[in-house]
Structure formats: structure tokens, C-alpha cells
């Protein structure tokens, strides 16, 4: 587990922005995957064996889009729907135009 002094020094090396620590419980293997989100751009850096991959194009692309379908229902409503608008301004950018259109009403959708 990433540990608050840790969480005090670090910040989105993308914007610069606050992080704040998410824990999602994988029911299926009984494990927890840690990750940071960035309370500005909404960047997502996941955490792996308590060391943050803080690599800004680590999750980018395809490889969030499947990060994102996995774990949305585990945020909480107030930071989904922020990060919902975000993501869809990136994706919306980065993702090839069929892709985007399935990424949105399969993974965007609340359903």
C-alpha cells in the first residue's frame, strides 16, 4: 500500500495536480489494485507492488479504455462523473473514430 508521506511528495506529472489514491477490489481473484487519479486532468497512474507507475502514457488509449470498463463501477459518483467528462474529451481525441463510438456506449454508458 502507497503510504501518505509518499502521497504528500508526489504529484500528476502531467499537470502537476493533487493525487488521490483509489483501492479496487478484484471480487473474482480476491485481490485489491491500487491506482492514482489526478483530481485535475484526471489522469489515471496505476500502482504496481506499491510503487506508482507514473508514466503519463502508461494508460493511454486502449489500454485505459479496458483499465476504465473494468473498474468504473468501484469509483465513487462524484469522481465518475468528473472523470467520465474527461475521459470522454480525450478519448474522443485519441481513439480512432469506430473505436470512440463503441468506447462510448459501451464503456462511457452508466448501463
Known amino acids: 500500500m502507497i503510504s ?9 506529472p502531467a499537470c502537476k495536480g493533487y493525487l488521490e489514491l483509489f483501492k479496487f477490489r478484484d471480487f473474482g481473484k480476491q485481490t485489491i ?39 468504473k463501477q468501484q469509483f465513487p459518483m462524484d469522481v465518475w462523473e468528473k472523470l467520465k467528462v474527461k475521459l470522454n474529451e480525450r478519448w474522443e481525441k485519441e481513439l480512432p473514430k469506430n473505436l470512440w463510438k463503441i468506447v462510448k456506449e459501451r464503456v462511457l454508458n452508466d448501463d
Open 4 to 12: 501518505q508521506d509518499l502521497l504528500y511528495i508526489i504529484c500528476c
Open 33 to 71: 489494485m491500487e491506482s492514482l487519479v489526478c483530481k485535475d486532468c484526471f489522469k489515471i497512474y496505476r500502482v504496481v507492488d506499491d510503487i506508482p507507475v507514473m508514466i503519463t502514457d502508461d494508460l493511454s488509449g486502449e489500454k485505459e479504455v479496458v483499465f476504465i470498463k473494468k473498474w
